[in-house]
């Protein structure tokens, strides 16, 4: 899924079939209907919120003082929690957007891996793998767009998505392996 990742991150649309053919294999793997639609109810949900303040500042920006906080995880809760987490955001911004996109990564995951429950506990850690990475394959992608770039994957967001797609395929490869 690493290319597709990339894909999905260049093209918007991309999301529904890439949550299509998640939800193909949920129910190659599973052999149930019901899991596999909502895999993939789950997955095109999931990704469908903003995260584009806290990447953008974690594969570009890199700025560590604000101001002020735009309108992402507003409506989910994501900046209510993480400005809990991080009381002093304004004075530590990286860190609040490592926080922010940690959580959106367990949304994100929670949402297209839940029904998975219905056949085994492992998704549980995969969720948390999946949403501990988000951030993590974000910082890789600021350093590694230092050091090559190509002609579609040129910028520390790019190359994070990449590397948050080879995560993926390395963790939902293994979870379905396991079920």
Same mark, same amino acid.
């Given at each position: ?23 193909? &294999? ?5 052999? $149930?209907?019901?899991? *596999? ?7 095109? =949900? #999931? ?15 890199r700025k560590n003082k604000t101001d002020t906080l735009e309108d ?8 209510? &929690? ?5 009381? $002093?955001?304004?004075? *530590? ?7 922010? =996109? #940690? ?42 767009s230092k050091l090559w770039n190509f002609k579609h994957m040129n ?18 490869l293994s979870l379905f392996i396991l079920i």
């Amino acid at each position: 899924m690493f290319a597709l990742n990339r894909l999905r991150g260049m093209y918007g649309w991309a999301s529904k079939p890439i949550g299509f053919l998640f939800g193909l &294999i949920v129910f190659f793997v599973t052999n $149930n209907y019901y899991v *596999a639609i909502l895999c993939t109810i789950g997955y095109i =949900l #999931g990704e469908s919120m903003g995260w584009g303040e806290w990447v953008g500042n974690l594969t570009t920006h890199r700025k560590n003082k604000t101001d002020t906080l735009e309108d992402e995880g507003e409506n989910n809760g994501i900046k209510y &929690i993480s400005t809990k987490l991080v009381p $002093n955001w304004n004075m *530590a911004f990286i860190k609040y957007c490592r926080i922010a =996109l #940690g959580i959106r990564g367990l949304y994100w995951w929670s949402l297209a891996l839940l029904p998975l429950f219905y056949v085994s506990t492992l998704p549980l850690v995969a969720i948390i793998l999946l949403g501990v990475s988000f951030p993590l394959a974000c910082e890789i992608g600021y350093y590694t767009s230092k050091l090559w770039n190509f002609k579609h994957m040129n910028g520390g967001w790019e190359h994070s998505e990449v590397w948050y797609g080879l995560v993926q395929d390395v963790v939902l490869l293994s979870l379905f392996i396991l079920i």
